[in-house]
């Protein structure tokens, strides 16, 4: 969504500036928003509409990053090496997609998750939860 709505502005905006400044930026600018998250949770402060503007920074960074790194590459490699240089980010950034994927699944099935390691009581309270777990007590099936 964030391309669809500030890609173009943007590819105009980095184009009147040096790419890698810009990329760094966007980078560390990610990570502080991805950062204060946790953070926030840890601190009892995390509220949806941070969750929200996490998304649309973290979204906005992402298309300047982007537009700048696919920008500077003709520059690093060359006009000659350039359809190579494409094949191989492209095959770094699948990798990274399964490989990422793979690992949070793998996170989130070994470590309890933020909110229900905080308040399990919230988990469990619902009333259809706790009929199912009264049926499988007294051995009923739904």
């Keep these: 969504m964030a391309f669809l709505l500030i890609g173009l502005p943007c590819g105009a905006w980095v184009d009147r500036m040096r790419r890698r400044p810009v990329m760094i930026a966007a980078d560390l600018l990610r990570a502080a928003l991805l950062l204060s998250v946790p953070a926030a949770w840890l601190l009892g402060v995390l509220t949806i509409g941070q969750l929200y503007g996490v998304v649309l920074l973290t979204g906005a960074a992402t298309v300047f990053y982007d537009v700048s790194a696919q920008s500077h590459l003709p520059q690093l490699v ?11 980010l ?3 950034d699948a990798a990274a997609q399964i490989g990422g994927r793979s690992v949070a699944g793998l996170l989130i099935t070994l470590l ?10 919230s988990v469990n309270a619902s009333p259809p939860r706790r009929a199912v777990v009264a049926n499988r007590a007294s051995g009923q099936r739904n």
């Design 78 to 88: 060359g006009r000659h090496h350039l359809a190579r240089a494409n094949s191989l």
């Design 90 to 92: 492209a095959t770094v």
């Design 112 to 121: 309890p998750a933020a909110p229900t390691a905080r308040d399990p009581g």
